[in-house]
C-alpha cells in the first residue's frame, strides 16, 4: 500500500500541517509534485523491502521516515493536523533498521511509516531565450567581473536587466548623491516588487541579497542543505555565501560531510554558522573561504580556529557576540594578513584591540579598539565614543552610528568622503547641524527610530542631496557578503525577505 505525504513548511518538521493520501501510480504522483514544493511517498518498511522508484524525470530520490505522534487510526486515516516528526536518511538500509526498532517499541507499527523521499526537479527558465542562459553561465564563471553581468542584462532587458544595471553602478560607485539615491530607490522598488520570484528561492531560504544583480548571500536551513543542496544552488547559481540556521553539533558534522560529498562545499567563498561549531566539525574545509562569520565565539573555539590553517585567505572576518580575550583576538587577526571587514564589536577585555591596517570596514565597540586605521572606508561603532577619533578618516564612506553615542558634536568634524550616516540617540537640533554639515555630500542620512525627527523631516529633505530615512528603527544585521567592494552600501543592501 502506498501513501504520500506532501507538506508546505519547509523550515520545521515538528507540528507540521501534513496532508496524507493514497496514490497509486506515477502519474498519481506526478500530480502531486506538480503542487508540492517536496513531497515524500513510501511504504510500510516493517519487512525490509525497500520501494521503487516511479520512472519520471522529475524525481530525486533521498529516504525520510514519517512518525505519526497522534496514534489515531490507519496512516491514510490521519486528519491534515496529525502531529508529526521526520527524521531524514542518506540511505535506506539506516531508515529500515530505526523503523524496526521503533515498531518492536511502546507503539504499534501503525504509528511508523517508512518512506522513500522524492523531490521535484527544479523548473527551468523558459522565460530566457538559450544566449541568455549562456550569458548567465558566463557570469557565474567570472564571478568579480561585471562584463558578463552587462552583456546578461542587455540579453534580457526588462526589469530584470535593470536590476543588474543599477545594482553595477552601485557596486562601482564614483556617482553623485542624487545619481546614487535615484538607483538606491529603483533597486528598493524592484526587490520590493519582483525579489522574490527573481531569487526562485521561496520554499529555500528565509532571505536573500541580491548583489550587481544576482542572489550572491541566502540564510539556509540544515534541512534545506541537507535535502535540496541541488535545487537550492540550480536555483541560484551565483549564491556563494550562506548564513546555516543554528543547529546541534551532530547535524553540522552531518552537512560537513555531506558538503565534502557532494561538492556544494566548494561554491562557497562565505560561511555563517553559530557557537563555533564550525571549527569543531569543518576543519580543513576553511582554505576555498574569503569571508567567515562565527557568532559566540569562546576562548576553545578560538584554539581550534588557530589549530586550522584555514584563516590566512579570510578578506571578511565577523566574530559577534565573542567572548575573546585580547590577546586571542590578536593572534586570531594575526593568522589573516589580507582581512578588509571585520567585527569585533565585543570584547571580554577593556584593553585596546589593534587593528590590522588592512581593515577598510570596522564594526568595533569604541571602548575596545586602538588607533583607528586611517584607510577605514566603513565604520560601525557601538556605545559611547570620543567624536575626535574620526578626525583623520579622510576616506571615510560609511558611518553608522545607530548604536552609539557621541559626547562631542558630530558637525564640527571633517569627513571630506561621507557618503552615509546612520545616527540615533541624538538631538533633534544636533541632526539638523549634521545635515547642514554633511547634507550635499550624503547619499543617505538614516535617522530612523529618534524622536521627534518627524518635525524636521521636510528640512532635512531640502538639506540632504540624497535619501533620508524616517520611520521605525531596523537594525537588523545584514547577511555577510562573499566578497568586498568598497563602494557598495553599507546596509542600504539588496536584501529580500522570504517565506523560507
Not at 586550522?308 to 557576540?321: A, N, Q, T, V
Request: hydrophobic share 45%; aromatic share 6%.
Amino acid at each position: 500500500m502506498t501513501f504520500v505525504v506532501a507538506y508546505d513548511v519547509a523550515t520545521s518538521y515538528s507540528d507540521v500541517r501534513l496532508e496524507l493520501r493514497r496514490v497509486d501510480s506515477g502519474d498519481g504522483i506526478a500530480r502531486v509534485l506538480a503542487t508540492a514544493e517536496r513531497a515524500w511517498f513510501g511504504e510500510v518498511f516493517f519487512d525490509g523491502e525497500q520501494i521503487e522508484v516511479p520512472d519520471e524525470p522529475l524525481f530525486e530520490p533521498g529516504y525520510a521516515l514519517v512518525i505519526d505522534h497522534g496514534d489515531r487510526g490507519r496512516p491514510e486515516q490521519r486528519p491534515r493536523d496529525a502531529h508529526i516528526t521526520v527524521h531524514e536518511y542518506f540511505d535506506p538500509s539506516a531508515l529500515i533498521e530505526d523503523a524496526r526498532r521503533r515498531a518492536q517499541g511502546v507503539r504499534p507499527p501503525s504509528a511508523v511509516i517508512g518512506v522513500r523521499v522524492l523531490q521535484r526537479k527544479p523548473v527551468a527558465e523558459h522565460a530566457w531565450p538559450p544566449d541568455a542562459r549562456v550569458l548567465r553561465a558566463e557570469s557565474v564563471a567570472h564571478p568579480d567581473d561585471d562584463a558578463p553581468r552587462l552583456v546578461f542584462a542587455d540579453a534580457i532587458a526588462g526589469k530584470r536587466g535593470s536590476l543588474v544595471i543599477v545594482q553595477c553602478d552601485l557596486a562601482r560607485g564614483g556617482m553623485t548623491p542624487p545619481e546614487s539615491r535615484s538607483r538606491r530607490r529603483t533597486q528598493r522598488d524592484l526587490l520590493a516588487k519582483q525579489g522574490t520570484a527573481w531569487s526562485r528561492l521561496t520554499g529555500l531560504a528565509k532571505r536573500c541579497v541580491f548583489r550587481r544583480g544576482f542572489v550572491e548571500s541566502a540564510e539556509i536551513s540544515r534541512d534545506v542543505l541537507v535535502n535540496d543542496h541541488a535545487r537550492l544552488f540550480d536555483a541560484a547559481p551565483h549564491l556563494a555565501s550562506i548564513a546555516i540556521d543554528a543547529q546541534p553539533t551532530m547535524y553540522v558534522r552531518q552537512l560537513a560531510q555531506l558538503g565534502a560529498s557532494e561538492g556544494w562545499w566548494k561554491r562557497l567563498r562565505g560561511l555563517s554558522i553559530d557557537g563555533g561549531m564550525l571549527a569543531h566539525n569543518f576543519d580543513g574545509m576553511l582554505g576555498g573561504l574569503r569571508a567567515l562569520e562565527i557568532s559566540r565565539v569562546g576562548q576553545l573555539h578560538a584554539g581550534l580556529l588557530l589549530g586550522s590553517s584555514g584563516l590566512r585567505d579570510l578578506e571578511i572576518l565577523w566574530l559577534p557576540s565573542h567572548e575573546l580575550d585580547n590577546d586571542t583576538l590578536g593572534r586570531l587577526l594575526a593568522t589573516s594578513p589580507n582581512l578588509r571587514v571585520l567585527d569585533v564589536a565585543t570584547a571580554r577585555s577593556n584593553a585596546a584591540v589593534t587593528i590590522p591596517d588592512s581593515v577598510r570596514e570596522l564594526y568595533a565597540a569604541a571602548f575596545s579598539v586602538g588607533a583607528l586605521p586611517r584607510g577605514l572606508e566603513k565604520l560601525a561603532f557601538y556605545g559611547q565614543f570620543v567624536t575626535s577619533r574620526l578626525d583623520g578618516l579622510t576616506a571615510l564612506r560609511s558611518l553608522d552610528l545607530s548604536a552609539a553615542f557621541a559626547r562631542d558634536p558630530l558637525h564640527e568634524l571633517v569627513l571630506p568622503a561621507l557618503r552615509e550616516l546612520r545616527l540615533s540617540i541624538i538631538k533633534v537640533d544636533d541632526i539638523l547641524q549634521v545635515a547642514k554639515a554633511f547634507g550635499a555630500q550624503l547619499e543617505l542620512l538614516d535617522v530612523r527610530g529618534i524622536a521627534g525627527v518627524d518635525a524636521i523631516a521636510d528640512e532635512l529633505r531640502e538639506l540632504v542631496a540624497g535619501d533620508v530615512w524616517i520611520g521605525k528603527a531596523d537594525v537588523r544585521r545584514p547577511l555577510m557578503p562573499a566578497s568586498y567592494m568598497p563602494d557598495e552600501p553599507m546596509w542600504d543592501v539588496g536584501e529580500v525577505e522570504l517565506s523560507g
